[in-house]
């Protein structure tokens, strides 16, 4: 079972609306991550934090804004989206300031679709 | 650029049988590698990493890495239909102070019963 949990697993909203996607691990990692993956595709990178600061930005839309209240958590609030934005939202954790020996780990996922 | 290949498929291969995945990358000094398994419609789950040049064996499963060549592969022995699944090889690279998962396309693997 993974320890990234992710909520809500589904969510549809109108293009009008305000909702928010909720990551929490206990794991101590000190990076967290936003991937975004459509169907067929690989996950691609949204947004990486590093010990709760925004360390990655990959161009994303400002529709799409990431917060990270504290190490544990991880949330993606999203406003007026398009349809073209459905697609799973990925939270994932890791160690920070290592790169040998370290794995990222993922959540569920959430499953969004804009109507 | 820091590009992940795999070769998409799909690949089937009959139930018993050994499956093959192979990736390339091209950042010549990545250093952690990973093989994630994605079921339709689900999250990818971690089923390999590697991070020394060799072999890593892991029930069912072995991961080989050749730092030299670039490439990574991972062999699935006795293959079961419930192995059918995309395989999306990863290197995790550092960049702006922290460290990022760049992925192959996938390939999806069908095992025949």
């Known amino acids: 079972d993974t320890e990234v949990t992710q909520t809500p697993k589904h969510l549809v909203m109108g293009m009008t609306n305000k909702k928010s996607l909720k990551c929490e691990q206990h794991m101590g990692h000190r990076a967290m991550y936003w991937y975004k993956q459509k169907a067929k595709k690989p996950p691609e990178l949204m947004f990486v934090?590093?010990?709760?600061?925004?360390?990655i930005n990959e161009s994303v839309p400002s529709r799409f804004s990431p917060e990270c209240p504290n190490s544990s958590l991880l949330n993606l609030h999203l406003h007026a989206l398009q349809p073209e934005d459905s697609a799973l939202y990925l939270c994932?954790?890791?160690?920070?300031?290592?790169?040998?020996?370290?794995?990222?780990?993922f959540g569920e996922g959430s499953w969004l679709t804009v109507v | 650029q820091k590009e992940v290949e795999q070769n998409s498929g799909p690949l089937s291969v009959p139930e018993g049988a050994i499956a093959s995945l192979n990736c390339t990358y091209s950042d010549r000094v990545s250093q952690s590698f990973f093989w994630y398994r994605q079921y339709s419609g689900k999250s990818p789950e971690l089923i390999m990493s590697i991070y020394s040049n060799g072999d890593k064996e892991d029930g069912r499963f072995t991961a080989q890495l050749n730092k030299a060549s670039q490439y990574v592969s991972l062999l699935i022995r006795d293959s079961q239909p419930s192995d059918s699944a995309t395989y999306l090889c990863?290197?995790?690279?550092?960049?702006?102070?922290?460290?990022?998962?760049?992925f192959g396309k996938g390939t999806k693997l069908s095992v025949i019963p």
């Open positions: 990863a290197v995790m690279n550092s960049g702006a102070g922290s460290y990022q998962l760049t």
């Open positions: 994932a954790s890791s160690q920070a300031g290592v790169l040998s020996g370290n794995t990222i780990y």
């Open positions: 934090y590093s010990y709760e600061k925004l360390s």
